[in-house]
């Protein structure tokens, strides 16, 4: 179990490597700049500002430097921001992502589950269709149909929830959001945990557990569950990734002041800090999520604590 | 006294490719304490009849007939009573041990749950039965491999831990379903002991499903040999070994691995396949194999009769 964690841990390590320079170079590789504006700025003055930000350097060297402050856990300034560093901005943005991300995270295991399951008890039945029609509709529309639908719907016509924008962070405020997050990955996790259940279901130690004349109740929570839960949280990695991409799209929708919309707004002003910030600070938490839920399977399955 | 008793027993499966006839017109009873060996190959019926006496054939099945067990028809109680039934009156081992036990549960866990569910046993009174279980089946070390995992038991102690399970309520009756067959030869035989030493001393009526006749005349005091679904032979187990009449009985005795047969004299015994369940052939279903089939053979289907006392068989030529 510790060897896996070691182990898991060292291979973090170059795929965040990877991110970094993936992230740098690519944002250097889009055509324009940071100071281009409608007027141009005058070439002393510009020149005075890329001295300042270091874009003067030959790119290796700005790249050492980066990564020199990366490691160290310092993003660099913001080129957009000029008061803020990178660091400040994300932590601004993240008690409002965080929420956000979290709640859709919680909203999607909960209700793709407990939809996943009442498939796969149903097999075959009404409430099978119904579950995996409506999972293959939500994992068909994109967040930015959904998103505007949902708008369309809550707001404007029955005029129950606010459209957009952030007022003290409540239910509210975060109801849209989070739905409009959650759906994708409800129905995809609705559709494995089915695919899981029924499988589990079909298996010799189920067949044990109702020979046993153990009641239905038990025989699902004691024997099935754990599991066929194991599927689905080797999807919690690639979920929270979805997630977070997700929340790019939906706080520009909802006009929500969190890390994905001044990503947006970076990301067209080649404010090059934030941009590569955001990218690395979003591309450590998944890493970060992957390895938990690497590690709760070893907590999980007792053949993967015992290698 | 009777303890089982099957009359006119069919099971069909409404399969998309069409009907499967599982079992057809199948009768047979077992007394309290005796011994029945099931003898057959895979698609014989042979699994089905024992998950329909336990009331867990796939819900696609449609089933007919009677099956009386102390002197309730089974088919005919509903599930709540089924399942107390259950592990508790019938139990039942499987084939594989590999995968028959739960593996994220310890051995303990799974072996105390039908305690508490059918004896009503407390935590610590279900643990204090278990160990007493696990030596009477005779695993070494008891109480720490009741808090093993599955995976760190043998072949041999994983099976000797569902037959713990399945005696943990002192069934009237035992169903073991090819008990034997995934584990190594040495250890096949001590499980085979093992179930004829509990048939001794728990007094359990046990119904033994096989495709390997060696394994009935170890334990079994009478043997029905089922094809595509019915009987074809029954009798002493004696007496099917040594005078079979069905000529299925006899290519199936004929194609036991014997150290004095040629390998080739024991696959001509039994050659063809056993018939597609989804359209059986008319008339004895096992005409197409029979070595000395005659044409009324494919024109119905035989009827199980006395041949001489207690011995049955259903074919014309007999
Ligand atoms: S009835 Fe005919 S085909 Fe069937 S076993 Fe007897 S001889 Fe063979």
Request: glycine share 8%; aromatic share 6%.
């Amino acid at each position: 179990m510790l060897r896996l964690a070691l182990l898991r841990f060292a291979s973090a390590v170059p795929t965040l490597l990877l991110l970094l320079v993936l992230a740098f170079f690519m944002m250097r590789a889009a055509p324009g700049g940071p100071f281009d504006t409608e007027r141009s700025l005058p070439p002393e003055i510009l020149a005075k500002l890329e001295q300042a930000y270091h874009l003067d350097e030959p790119l290796w060297k700005q790249f050492a430097r980066y990564i020199g402050g990366a490691v160290q856990g310092d993003l660099g300034p913001s080129f957009q921001y000029s008061d803020f560093t990178v660091n400040q901005l994300i932590l601004q943005g993240l008690p409002v992502s965080l929420r956000v991300g979290l709640g859709a995270m919680v909203l999607a295991l909960f209700v793709g589950c407990a939809a996943g399951i009442v498939a796969a008890l149903r097999h075959n039945r009404f409430s099978d269709y119904a579950v995996m029609t409506l999972a293959m509709t939500g994992m068909s529309i994109p967040v930015f149909v959904i998103a505007p639908l949902l708008i369309l719907l809550f707001a404007v016509t029955l005029g129950w929830l606010p459209a957009g924008g952030w007022q003290d962070g409540g239910l509210r405020d975060m109801a849209l959001p989070v739905v409009a997050l959650a759906l994708p990955q409800i129905a995809i996790l609705a559709r494995l945990m089915r695919g899981s259940m029924i499988e589990v279901l079909n298996s010799n130690y189920i067949r044990t557990a109702r020979a046993k004349g153990l009641a239905t109740r038990t025989v699902i929570l004691r024997h099935a569950l754990r599991p066929a839960l194991m599927p689905v949280l080797s999807y919690l990695g690639p979920a929270s990734a979805g997630i977070i991409t997700g929340s790019v799209v939906i706080e520009q929708i909802f006009g929500i002041p969190g890390i994905g919309r001044y990503f947006v707004q970076a990301a067209l002003n080649r404010d090059y800090t934030l941009v590569m910030g955001v990218v690395v600070f979003y591309g450590t938490l998944i890493i970060l999520f992957n390895f938990l839920v690497d590690m709760l399977y070893g907590v999980l399955d007792p053949r993967v604590r015992a290698e | 006294m009777t303890l089982l008793d099957v009359r006119d027993l069919s099971i069909r499966f409404k399969t998309p490719e069409g009907v499967v006839q599982a079992v057809e017109g199948l009768s047979f009873a077992l007394a309290q304490g005796g011994t029945l060996g099931i003898v057959g190959e895979s698609g014989a019926g042979k699994s089905q009849t024992a998950m329909a006496v336990l009331g867990l054939l796939a819900r696609n099945a449609k089933v007919s007939g009677s099956i009386r067990f102390e002197d309730r028809d089974l088919l005919k109680l509903p599930e709540s009573q089924l399942s107390k039934l259950r592990g508790n009156r019938i139990a039942m081992v499987f084939q594989d041990p590999m995968t028959s036990l739960n593996p994220y549960l310890r051995v303990e866990v799974q072996l105390g749950e039908v305690l508490e569910r059918h004896r009503g046993l407390s935590r610590s009174a279900a643990r204090a039965e278990s160990l007493r279980l696990m030596q009477a089946v005779h695993i070494p070390d008891a109480a720490q491999r009741l808090r093993s995992y599955p995976h760190e038991l043998s072949g041999g102690q994983r099976q000797r831990v569902m037959i713990a399970i399945a005696l943990a309520c002192q069934p009237a009756l035992l169903l073991a379903d090819e008990p034997t067959t995934a584990l190594d030869v040495t250890v096949q035989a001590q499980i085979l002991r093992l179930f004829a030493e509990l048939k001794k001393d728990f007094g359990v009526a046990m119904i033994l499903i096989t495709h390997d006749l060696g394994v009935v005349a170890e334990v079994c005091e009478h043997t029905m040999v089922m094809y595509a679904g019915r009987a074809v032979e029954s009798g002493a187990t004696q007496t099917l070994l040594n005078a079979p009449a069905h000529p299925y009985t006899r290519a199936l005795l004929e194609a036991r691995p014997r150290i004095d047969t040629p390998l080739t004299d024991r696959l001509l015994a039994l050659r063809g396949q056993p018939p597609n369940l989804l359209q059986l052939p008319p008339g004895c279903a096992f005409a197409p194999r029979c070595p000395i089939a005659v044409d009324v053979c494919t024109q119905s289907v035989p009827a199980l009769r006395s041949i001489e006392t207690a011995h049955l068989a259903a074919c014309i030529r007999v």
